[in-house]
């Protein structure tokens, strides 16, 4: 991709799962990266898995505190930011009727709290430097609902106009998109998906396979890139065309 060389990159939840792959992926594009992450063990796994890491940053999303002082760190390691992928995100099954106050709390402030609150501190330092681009972590089940996961659902939708929003105010200087990704194969899900349930999901999909987080990793490094630079305020499906169709498209 043209224009990744030596950008500075922070990526949010990249100890792990999509974010891992995508800091492997900026490093291949000669980019300068580091992670933010919640756990400590998965940040040291990185660093040993992918050495030219230029920092991990342990901190909670979702702590407006612990945010701001991890972004004192970031300056002190980076001396600003041209690149935030903010994909930091949990999730919990669980029927409506049973989401606790708590747990309601728990997932917003992780996935749509956290969002707001890096993006806040990244887009100033952005803002009084050169520019930049925020790519915000959204997911297919911000545009459909989905069974169970009634406050991750809320909080996707929440990233979309969210990310809309701040397009408008940052622009010109920064491009604001959301990525919305479909299944996708992380090693947690991979141990946990029985052939069965691999196989019904599978049959949901017009390409009959579940995403890679590579695939993702892909989609980020085209959006930061020059490539997409008269792109901004959208968001972008990957799901194998899983959400394409309604109802009355199923066989
Ligand atoms: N895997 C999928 O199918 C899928 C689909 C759509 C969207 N997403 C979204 O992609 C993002 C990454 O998902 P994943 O599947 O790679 O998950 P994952 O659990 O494999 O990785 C998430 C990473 O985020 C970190 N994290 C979680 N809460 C944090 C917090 N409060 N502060 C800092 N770090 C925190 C975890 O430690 C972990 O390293 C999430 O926002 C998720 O909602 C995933």
Redesign the pocket.
Same mark, same amino acid.
């Given at each position: 991709m043209r224009g990744l060389l030596d950008k500075r990159v922070l990526i949010? @939840?990249g /100890?792990? $799962?999509? $974010?891992l792959a995508t800091a492997k992926r900026f490093l291949e594009e000669g980019s300068r990266v580091a992670i933010?992450?919640?756990?400590a063990a998965?940040c040291r796994s990185a660093q040993q898995q992918l050495p030219g890491l230029q920092g991990t940053i342990l /901190?909670?999303?979702?702590d407006d505190k612990a945010v701001a002082r991890a972004f004192q760190e970031l300056d002190g390691l980076f001396g600003g930011l041209d690149v935030l992928i903010n994909? /930091? $995100?949990?999730?919990i099954r669980q029927p409506f009727l049973s989401i606790t106050p708590e747990q309601w709390r728990t997932v917003t402030g992780?996935?749509l709290d @956290?969002v707001f609150l890096v993006a806040q501190q990244a887009a100033r330092r952005m803002l009084a430097g050169n520019g930049g681009v925020i790519l915000n972590?959204g997911?297919?089940?911000g545009l459909v609902g989905y069974h169970y996961y009634a406050d991750y659902n809320a909080g996707k939708a929440g990233v979309i106009e969210l990310s809309r929003s701040m397009a408008l105010e940052l622009g010109p200087t920064i491009r604001v998109n959301a990525v919305c990704?479909?299944?996708?194969m992380?090693p947690?899900?991979e141990a946990e998906y029985t052939p069965e349930m691999r196989r019904s999901f599978e049959n949901k999909i017009p390409l009959r396979k579940l995403g890679k987080?590579e695939d993702v990793a892909a989609l980020f490094a085209f959006l930061a890139s020059d490539e997409a630079a008269f792109i901004s305020g959208q968001y972008f499906v990957i799901d194998g065309g899983e959400i394409a169709g309604g109802l009355a498209s199923q066989a």
């Open positions: 949010t @939840g /100890a792990g $799962g999509i $974010g933010l992450d919640r756990d998965a /901190a909670d999303v979702s994909n /930091a $995100g949990i999730s992780v996935n @956290g972590m997911s297919t089940n990704p479909g299944f996708i992380t947690m899900q987080p």
